[in-house]
């Protein structure tokens, strides 16, 4: 196997989320050398160690750990290749990164003088930091900020989505640290950010953003949108009407083909929307400004000569030969 499959597997195996194929290959790797057991050892002890503590404060986040503990290893693997040889004073080194790496875990996202701010169920929030930043928290997102910033940098930490209105301070770059490994820095700007386990995006509105993956950076500026996605930087033009839609309230289509509509509504109100029809590309105009999901496909519905539905799983259906 290779290293980022091991990494995978006992990442899987600590999180309870291996399958029984999976826990026979990560035993077969474990007890073909002493050395591998050691390794395995000290990442599930320290897994342990801090998931207690984490769990203490209410904070413990699995997949958020662990991909903490992957990226920092990583990191080192990056700079003192060959970690996994055999060499017994390599295993030293490995155990004492491990140590390092949890401290690394701790400090960073159980930090008690951070404060976290939580967007629930169908629930937008919103918050003034100290230094006069403006943050707004989409649904099912997480905000983790300290009470006061310190005198070099502003540093935060996002899973999910949120559009940061940042207070300029060139001598404070204002960093946002994504659960899943990348960070973006600026100093006083307008954005929409989001961060998925394979991927961030981040949408500029004003100003110019540093998006940072490893030892790689690229500068995001206004009315661009910028992307890492397995360490790969891109960058490109965005022109969605209704990227911060689940801010505002308000969503707008002009001329706008019914695959995009249905995409842009699943984004929106976080719901599971399917379609049955001759053809997704027909389109409809229309705006809405904080409507039920109910009241827009029932708009839609009637100009396009469709039905829809709801099934017990909350999952809605578009279908009918309308649409052609």
Not at 111 to 117: A, F, G, K, S, V
Request: charged share 25%; hydrophobic share 35%.
């Amino acid at each position: 196997m290779t290293q980022e499959e091991i990494y995978a597997l006992i990442g899987k195996a600590l999180k309870g989320e291996a399958s029984e194929e999976e826990l026979h290959r990560l035993n077969s790797w474990k007890n073909s050398h002493d050395h591998n057991t050691d390794i395995y050892s000290e990442v599930a002890k320290l897994w342990e160690k801090y998931r207690s503590m984490m769990e203490a404060d209410l904070t413990f986040d699995a997949e958020y750990a662990w991909q903490a503990i992957e990226n920092e290893i990583d990191q080192v693997h990056t700079r003192k290749p060959g970690w996994l040889s055999l060499s017994v004073m390599k295993v030293a080194a490995s155990i004492s990164i491990l140590t390092l790496i949890g401290a690394f875990i701790y400090q960073q996202f159980n930090n008690p003088d951070l404060i976290e701010l939580e967007g629930m169920v169908g629930e937008v929030r919103s918050i003034v930091l100290e230094d006069g930043s403006k943050i707004w928290l989409n649904r099912n997102s997480q905000l983790l900020y300290p009470g006061n910033f310190g005198p070099d940098t502003r540093v935060v930490h996002l899973r999910g989505e949120g559009y940061f209105e940042i207070s300029p301070d060139a001598d404070r770059p204002f960093i946002i640290q994504s659960k899943y490994g990348n960070q973006i820095k600026v100093v006083g700007t307008s954005f929409n950010y989001q961060t998925h386990p394979d991927s961030s995006i981040v949408s500029v509105v004003e100003g110019v953003v540093q998006m940072e993956s490893d030892s790689k950076s690229l500068l995001i500026e206004a009315g661009e949108k910028g992307v890492v996605k397995q360490n790969v930087l891109t960058k490109s033009a965005f022109s969605n009407p209704n990227l911060l839609s689940w801010k505002t309230g308000m969503l707008t289509f002009e001329n706008a083909s019914l695959k995009s509509i249905i995409h842009d509504l699943k984004r929106h109100y976080g719901a599971e929307i399917q379609l049955e029809v001759p053809s997704e590309n027909c389109t409809f105009t229309s705006s809405f400004n904080n409507e039920s999901l109910e009241n827009v496909l029932d708009e839609i519905t009637l100009v396009l000569n469709l039905e829809w539905s709801i099934d017990n799983d909350k999952s809605y259906l578009l279908q009918g030969n309308g649409c052609n």
